[in-house]
């Protein structure tokens, strides 16, 4: 049988605080060196406010191009040959370049990637910079 004197053994709980504190000087570190790399400037051209009196031009009319499974290009439902695209599109901007006409592009699910590309390429050259893809 053991006999106890009357008091009672506690055990000491301590948290050690080193590697804890050796974390946080890292990401100090850390941070000290990212802030000034976050802090440069970034050259961003912002279009300029139009006085509210300014009469806006009509939107120009859309140019549809379809482009379907065979790699057949349709301008407006004209067949067109793809390597006329690039003329035609320069033609349609130098209409008028300051309301340039928005591009309708309809691919059919079916069609060749290339083809595709290329008509992006040839509306990149071309500087028409309103282009969408029309879901039907």
């Not at 049988?1 to 050796?22: C, E, H, K, W, Y």
């Not at 379907?68 to 390597?83: K, R, S």
């Not at 008028?96 to 290329?118: E, F, T």
Request: aromatic fraction near 4%; glycine fraction near 4%; charged fraction near 20%.
């Amino acid at each position: 049988m053991a006999f106890s004197n009357g008091s009672v053994q506690r055990s000491m709980a301590t948290i050690n605080i080193t590697p804890l504190v050796d974390v946080m000087l890292v990401l100090l570190v850390i941070f000290m060196i990212a802030a000034p790399i976050a802090t440069r400037a970034i050259p961003l051209t912002l279009p300029q406010a139009v006085p509210p009196d300014t009469p806006r031009p009509p939107p120009s009319t859309p140019i549809e191009l379809r482009v379907d499974a065979a790699g057949e290009v349709f301008w407006n439902g004209n067949p067109t040959p793809l390597t006329a695209l690039g003329e035609m599109m320069r033609a349609e901007v130098q209409r008028d370049p300051r309301n340039a006409p928005k591009l309708q592009i309809d691919a059919s699910g079916d069609a060749d990637y290339d083809v595709v590309a290329k008509v992006l390429a040839a509306a990149e050259s071309a500087d028409l910079d309103q282009v969408g893809f029309v879901r039907r």
